[in-house]
């Protein structure tokens, strides 16, 4: 019944909702490292929201040790806290990026999320949302995109 709401519920969402600063030139993979609290079936849900936003997100989850090579080319890593401010932060993406004919590209990005809130579907939906290039709602706190995700009280459509 969650499931389904969540992606029922995305469908309000489309990607004109969302204030992008780059996108992917091909799909990235996604990659749970080993150190990662979040739950697969977490992951999973998130992955759902963005594809009924209308994104090209692979349902393939890749799990492996990632030690502490950060970036690799063509992939989302979902990582555990490691550096984390957890006193600022419940989580964070990093981005790497590349241009190329006055484009600006995604290369790579990491997750990190605080072990506390490792499992909240909206931060993951969130922080997933930053690794697909897009920034922060400014103005509507209720938006999934709103910097205070976790804070407010955020709507899923």
Not at 40 to 53: C, M, R, S
Not at 97 to 117: P, R, S, V
Request: aromatic share 10%; net charge negative; hydrophobic share 35%.
């Amino acid at each position: 019944m969650n499931v389904l709401f969540l992606v029922v519920s995305a469908m309000a969402y489309t990607k004109s909702d969302f204030d992008h600063i780059a996108h992917w030139q091909k799909q990235p993979q996604i990659v749970m490292c080993s150190d990662t609290k979040v739950k697969k079936e977490n992951l999973q849900k998130a992955i759902g929201f963005w594809q009924q936003a209308g994104y090209n997100i692979s349902n393939n989850i890749t799990e492996k040790y990632c030690g502490h090579n950060l970036y690799v080319a063509n992939e989302i890593r979902i990582v555990g806290q490691r550096d984390l401010d957890t006193v600022r932060y419940y989580g964070m993406t990093e981005r790497q990026y590349y241009g190329e004919n006055n484009q600006t590209y995604l290369l790579a990005a990491n997750i990190k999320f605080g072990n506390n809130d490792a499992n909240n579907l909206e931060l993951i939906i969130h922080e997933l949302g930053h690794s697909l290039g897009i920034e922060h709602e400014k103005h509507d706190k209720s938006h999934i995109m709103h910097h205070l995700v976790i804070e407010s009280s955020t709507r899923y459509n």
